[in-house]
Structure formats: structure tokens, C-alpha cells
């Protein structure tokens, strides 16, 4: 597997709380995503980074916010967790068009 | 913005059979198409891609094939084992330029090989 961790791998939080998740690898790729897998969905996107403070919106935005203020950090921020955030989220790098994913955050609001 | 189709969304064979699934997509921008095989619990594994300058990508038991002009590609699987049991996602993007590699991903195939 890429150098990729992600903390922490389970969190269990109530709604209205902020929660933050931590992407970190170790590979120095440039590009850094964060999905979401929910049943029947697949893998969404939620946010991505293509470089040192370069974050766009992906197609699940709403109630997420990300920074990344080192190339091997990127950081997902749900600013007031709802239930419907209620999901596993999955980070993963890029370089030259292959992704590699982290092991992923189990996150449940209650 | 991009639509990956992907069928079936359940799939059972017989060990030893082949597994074939397929995938549509919509923007004839994309270059780049990727397969993950995901076991449950356990994260995303790339298996195979293929890009749009190649009609046709091997590797031992896996094979992918791309019509870009149908905008549809297909993952085989021959000589299937109770190993290759997982969840096939198959996923589009384009590379280079302004669109970052973002990957759109199909809803995904339970695969299920019977001893």
C-alpha cells in the first residue's frame, strides 16, 4: 500500500459537533482527495487538492470544508456534523493519474 | 459533469467461469479509466487501467476493454477464484490540464464466486 494514513480510523460523534479528519502520506504526491462510500453510492467526491492551499469543491461540498497547509497533510472539516455525514470517508493521493487510497475513517453521528 | 454507469450491480459465478462487467460513460473528455476491486472492510485497490490511446490492457487473469466511441469499457476476469469475491468499482476521469484526476466513480459490482 502508498504511504497513506488517515486518523482516526473510527469516531463516533453527535450531531452539531465539529469533527476533523486527517489525511498524511508520505509519498509527496501533488493531488490529495477526499471521498465519501455510502451504500448504493459508491465513492463521491467531496473535496480535492492540487497542490500547498489549492482545494476545490467536488460533487458533495455542502457542510465540508478542507485545508491543506503542508504538501503530505489534507484535512477534512465537518464544521456541524448532521446524521447524514453518517459514512466512511476515504483520502487518497495522486500523482500522475492513478489514486491510491487511505484505510479509511468510520465515522458515525449520532 | 461526468456519469459512470456500471452493470450489473450483483454478479455470481462459478469458480473456474469468467466474470464480465461493464461501464458507460458520458463526458468523451475522459482519458483515463480505472478498476478497484474493494473486500469488505478494507479500502479501494487499483487492479487495472487503461487509457484512451489503448483499445485493450492485460494483466494475467484481468483484462480491460475500451470502445471510446461508444464511450463504454468492460473489465474480464477469467478463471475465476473464491479470491476474486470482492466489490468491483470501475471509475472515469481526465488527467492532465485543469480537471486535477478527479474520478467519478460507477455504483459498483458485488462479485460472488461459488467454490
Known amino acids: 500500500d502508498a504511504g497513506i494514513t488517515q486518523s482516526p480510523r473510527h469516531k463516533v460523534t453527535e450531531t452539531g459537533t465539529p469533527v476533523t479528519l486527517r489525511c498524511h502520506q508520505t509519498?509527496?504526491?501533488?493531488?490529495m482527495y477526499w471521498y465519501r462510500q455510502d451504500p448504493g453510492h459508491g465513492l463521491r467526491l467531496i473535496h480535492y487538492?492540487?497542490?500547498?492551499?489549492?482545494?476545490d469543491k467536488g460533487e458533495v461540498s455542502d457542510g465540508y470544508s478542507v485545508s491543506r497547509s503542508k504538501t503530505e497533510d489534507f484535512l477534512l472539516t465537518l464544521e456541524s456534523a448532521t446524521s447524514s455525514q453518517t459514512s466512511v470517508y476515504f483520502c487518497?493521493?495522486?500523482?500522475?493519474?492513478?489514486?491510491?487510497f487511505g484505510p479509511g475513517t468510520r465515522l458515525t453521528v449520532l | 459533469g461526468e456519469n459512470v454507469e456500471q452493470h450489473p450491480s450483483t454478479l455470481s459465478v462459478q469458480e473456474g467461469d469468467s466474470a464480465v462487467i461493464k461501464c458507460t460513460y458520458s463526458d468523451s473528455a475522459s482519458n483515463y479509466f480505472p478498476w478497484y476491486k474493494q473486500e469488505l472492510g478494507k479500502r479501494p485497490q487499483l487492479i487495472i487501467d487503461?487509457?484512451?490511446?489503448?483499445g485493450e490492457k492485460k494483466d494475467q487473469r484481468i483484462a480491460v476493454t475500451l470502445n471510446k466511441t461508444a464511450k463504454h469499457f468492460s473489465l474480464h476476469i477469467t478463471e475465476t477464484q473464491p479470491e476474486d469475491s470482492a466489490v468491483y468499482f470501475c471509475?472515469?476521469?481526465?488527467?492532465?490540464?485543469?480537471?486535477?484526476?478527479?474520478?467519478?466513480f460507477g455504483q459498483g459490482t458485488i462479485l460472488t464466486v461459488h467454490p
Open positions: 487538492s492540487y497542490g500547498v492551499k489549492d482545494t
Open positions: 471509475a472515469a476521469s481526465i488527467t492532465g490540464g485543469t480537471s486535477y484526476g478527479k474520478l467519478t
Open positions: 509519498e509527496n504526491h501533488r493531488y
Open positions: 487503461i487509457r484512451s490511446n489503448v
Open positions: 487518497a493521493i495522486s500523482e500522475r493519474g492513478e489514486q491510491f
